[in-house]
């Protein structure tokens, strides 16, 4: 992933970070030592966990005084929920019977 950044940015900047969906903030973190947006991004989801649909990624850094609003989308993964064909109906007489469980 590369983002587009013109804002420096130094390892020993105070940086926070702030996910947000929805009007729900999902992940937020207050740290140092980090390279790039990039790095900060990686960081942000993983603490997010799986979400789905748009996010807005606010970044400051509190050393050098600048903000950047980064748009992030997620979608859940393809594999199914559940592991175990769902159950076919089975027909007694003229009726089918749906079993449940």
Do not use: H
């Not at 980090?34 to 606010?58: N, Y």
């Amino acid at each position: 992933m590369k983002t587009n950044n013109n804002n420096p940015l130094s390892a020993s900047d105070q940086i926070v970070a702030q996910l947000e969906s929805n009007g729900y903030v999902l992940a937020s973190v207050n740290t140092s030592n980090i390279g790039s947006i990039d790095e900060i991004i990686v960081m942000i989801k993983a603490l997010a966990g799986k979400f789905m649909g748009l996010a807005r990624l606010t970044v400051r850094n509190k050393t050098q005084g600048w903000s950047q609003v980064i748009s992030l989308a997620c979608r859940r993964s393809a594999a199914p929920i559940y592991s175990r064909p769902a159950p076919q109906p089975v027909m007694q007489g003229r009726q089918y019977v749906i079993p449940f469980g």
